[in-house]
């Protein structure tokens, strides 16, 4: 099976500006979680969606969103970027049947807000 | 609130050597403990899944360990090599298969040829 994928691998923006980030999962996974990696803070969960839903969602501000469509890809939205939104974005995914439950990440976006 | 540690955040150490890195956690309701792999500027690779019921897993030179009552656990990697240098982290996945993953800092370790 194919890993997880992300595109872009790299984005320079602007202050301001917005961006948007997507995710395919494995194959057969319909749980795709983001999480934001930054040098000061490590990882950080931003949210999960399953079945178009979000589950569940960290402790970020609004201006954060995402989406899953119906084939589980997601898509991750940042309005009105600021400095402090460069870091890595990783997204992951996971089957959702009584099991292990592991989780599988993506290579990541590089976001640089300028 | 669960609180993940990761010590020491930095080793170094010269090729062939066994060595342990730790991890602790403040809430022992968890669900399971995955350890990961990350390279510089790349995504996470998964290492180990340890479920809570679970002791300990292995695979290849490395062997996880979940101690849940005390809060610990640890990865063993044995005969070190230098393309085992890279970050390890450890997460946790709270009580309820739902809950997110929460994250150590990481240990960067450094294996000297």
């Known amino acids: 099976k194919a890993g997880v994928t992300q595109t872009p691998r790299y984005l320079i923006k602007t202050r301001g500006q917005q961006v948007t980030l997507s995710c395919s999962p494995i194959s057969g996974h319909r749980s795709v979680s983001w999480y934001q990696q930054t040098p000061g803070q490590g990882l950080q969960f931003l949210f999960e969606y399953f079945s178009e839903t979000q589950r569940n969602k960290g402790n970020f501000p609004g201006r954060f969103s995402g989406r899953q469509f119906s084939n589980s890809r997601s898509e991750m939205n940042v309005s009105t970027l600021e400095l402090g939104d460069s870091a890595l974005y990783l997204c992951?995914?996971?089957?959702?049947?009584?099991?292990?439950?592991?989780?599988?990440f993506g290579p990541g976006t590089r976001l640089t807000v300028t | 609130k669960q609180e993940v540690t990761q010590i020491p955040a930095a080793l170094s150490v010269p090729e062939g050597e066994n060595l342990v890195l730790n991890c602790s956690f403040t809430d022992s309701a968890i669900y399971n403990l995955q350890w990961f792999r990350q390279d510089p500027g790349k995504g996470l690779t998964s290492l180990l899944l340890i479920q809570s019921s679970q002791r300990e897993q292995t695979s290849g030179r490395l062997n996880a360990s979940l101690d849940k009552s005390s809060g610990r656990s640890t990865l063993y990697i044995a005969a070190s090599q230098p393309g085992d240098s890279a970050t390890y982290l450890c997460a946790v996945r709270p009580g309820g298969s739902q809950g997110n993953l929460i994250f150590g800092k990481g240990t960067k370790l450094s294996v000297k040829p």
């Open positions: 992951a995914s996971r089957e959702v049947v009584q099991g292990f439950y592991e989780q599988y």
